[in-house]
């Protein structure tokens, strides 16, 4: 039983939700994250003519902003959609 609960929390941990506007949002955040360390990893690399800072810091960034942004956080879900049940649509 209390392997059953454990699965179930980790599932729903695995499994969240997140509504439309919170897709909206972690795009944008996505754009805006990845530029950013895009154009501090290029000025970076530019100002110590350093190629190895210049990928670590755009590799830092990328795992920043996937962990900023997959996991459903739940600030994605503040306007969840409310679906009609089953059978209840257009006859």
Do not use: C
Not at 34 to 62: P, R
Request: aromatic share 12%; no cysteine.
């Amino acid at each position: 039983m209390a392997e059953q609960l454990l699965l179930d929390k980790a599932r729903d941990l695995v499994d969240g939700h997140i509504d439309f506007d919170g897709q909206r949002r972690a795009e944008g955040f996505a754009t805006l994250l990845l530029a950013a360390s895009g154009l501090l990893a290029f000025n970076v690399g530019y100002h110590y003519q350093d190629i190895e800072k210049a990928v670590y810091i755009g590799l830092g960034g990328t795992v920043l902003t996937f962990l900023l942004v997959v996991p459903p956080w739940p600030v994605y879900n503040k306007n969840p959609v409310q679906w009609l049940p089953a059978g209840s649509g257009w006859q």
